[in-house]
Nanobody, 115 residues
Framework: QVRLVESGGGLVQAGGSLRLSCAAS????????MGWYRQAPGKQRELVAA???????NYADSMKGRCTISRDNAKNTVYLQINSSKPEDTAVYYC?????????WGQGTQVTVSS
């Protein structure tokens, strides 16, 4: 099992930057599939960025060039850096991990981008 806790959300002006953190309750060294998803009001949850097999990364087209996913295995933490934020980035951001064949989600952190 793994518990995921997101932090770093808040209010940011359009064009600003923020960094989200996802702290895991156990070592993430062996967890290849970890990523960030978001859900805006009235919309389905969607991929933002994720680590996949072999250490590759996958980004949503809308986020390419504006965000970077990174991880610090020593701190059991995955990060999401968002730059040049837009009002349409407003959503609850969730951390997800695929561990031992099970999917785990964090509770989410709200990001609001004001225009």
């Amino acid at each position: 099992q793994v518990r995921l806790v997101e932090s770093g959300g808040g209010l940011v002006q359009a064009g600003g930057s923020l960094r989200l953190s996802c702290a895991a309750s156990r070592s993430i060294f062996s967890i290849n599939h970890m990523g960030w998803y978001r859900q805006a009001p009235g919309k389905q949850r969607e991929l933002v960025a994720a680590f996949t097999s072999g250490g590759s990364t996958n980004y949503a087209d809308s986020m390419k060039g504006r965000c970077t996913i990174s991880r610090d295995n020593a701190k059991n933490t995955v990060y999401l850096q968002i730059n040049s934020s837009k009002p349409e980035d407003t959503a609850v951001y969730y951390c997800r991990a695929l561990c031992d064949g099970r999917l785990y989600w964090g509770q989410g952190t709200q990001v609001t981008v004001s225009s």
